[in-house]
């Protein structure tokens, strides 16, 4: 059902989408003054309870803090100075402050930011439509493009100064540009994650990226009581297959450390499988349609990046757009694709690295095993080697 009923059919800035990128742009233009409308295509409920990362860099706890939206952020959060990387039955864990001046990293899901961002713009926001489902943007090359969506079985049109995909890596807005004007860079990785949610205490303070020769795991957490665990399997892995012994045992191999250390067990709450993609497309602008997030960019998990991009990408853009209106100065969209694009490549380049070094390809040789246990190795000699990944991994490395 709609959560805002009276939806303009005109506005300066149409928004397909309402995840992080979508809510957090619309929070950032209402906030200065920019006319939008958001249209999402599923309901609240599942846009809520869609389990993604739950690594939030220091700047976009920044903007959450700006847009007043980060209010159970700094209740429920949990600061993370480090993580840990395991390898060869050992433990190196990467110090943030100390190797970047003092960063830190949040740990908070991104269904919380989002429950978040969705009930601030229900209280005091844009117009925001659920599923609403865009069929099409057409108009790109004029200055008015045009939102064609459905709701509640009804046909209905949004008339736009911009529109913005912030529709994912499925979504529709990418083809309102022409094919031959865009390229796509893309990387399909040979394996996915198999992630859960277990009601138990996360069995480590920090995060523990493991490799490990039955390939890579992972543990995360999303509170003092669940935790939060991935393990690589072949594409295609169905998740309901493997009984709950099974995955705690894979883990249990994954996360194998000389001394006492141990992997607690408990119920298993919520299980999926998700592949893993590079992808970016470019340019992220063309004629008055804006790409932002997802839609612009995938990167496997492996570097907590997802969210993170989006909301640097959704940060510039509304920036330009509160230029564009109080100057007329197009600027800062002018710019707008180049500027992300900088820092989208470098988010590639280290969710690669982390990926390539930690998990075991299928057709991984013992050659390319000895490379990665001697880039952790590396790693974990050299203050140089660790802080390069410090700084990329808490987002300062641009
Ligand atoms: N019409 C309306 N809404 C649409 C359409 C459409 N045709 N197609 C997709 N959507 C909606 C989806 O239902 C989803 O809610 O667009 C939203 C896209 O949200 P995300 O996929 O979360 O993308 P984004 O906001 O860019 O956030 C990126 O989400 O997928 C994770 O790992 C990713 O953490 C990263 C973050
Ligand atoms: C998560 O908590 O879901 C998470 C954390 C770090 C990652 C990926 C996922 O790199």
Redesign the pocket.
Known sequence: MSETTNIPATTTVGI?????????LARLLHQAGVDCVV????DRA??EQ?Q??GVLEQSTVDVLRATGAAARLERESIVHDGIELSWNRRRHRIDFPELTGGSRVWVYA?TEV?KDLIALQLVDGAPLLFE????AVTGADTDRPV?H?THEGVARTLSCDYVVG????????RNAIPADELTTYERVYPYSWFGILADVAPSNDELVYAHSPRGFALLSMRSHTVSRLYLQVPNGTDPHVWSDERIWDELDARFAVDGDWKLARGPITQRAVLPLRSSVTEPMRWGRIFL?????H??P?TGA??????AA?VTVLARAFEQWQRTGASAGLDDYSRHCLERVWRAEQFSYFMTTTLHTAPEQNPFDTRLQISQLDRISASPYAAAELALNYVGTAL
Not at 16 to 24: C, D, F, M, N, S
């Open positions: 397909v989408g309402a995840g992080p990128a979508g809510l957090l249209l999402e295509a599923r599942y846009v869609r993604r990362a991104q989002v609403a489902q865009a069929t939102i969506y912030c529709d994912g890596y499925h979504g529709v807005t932002a997030g997802d839609a612009a995938i990167v998990p990046k997802g969210l993170n991009l989006a990408d």
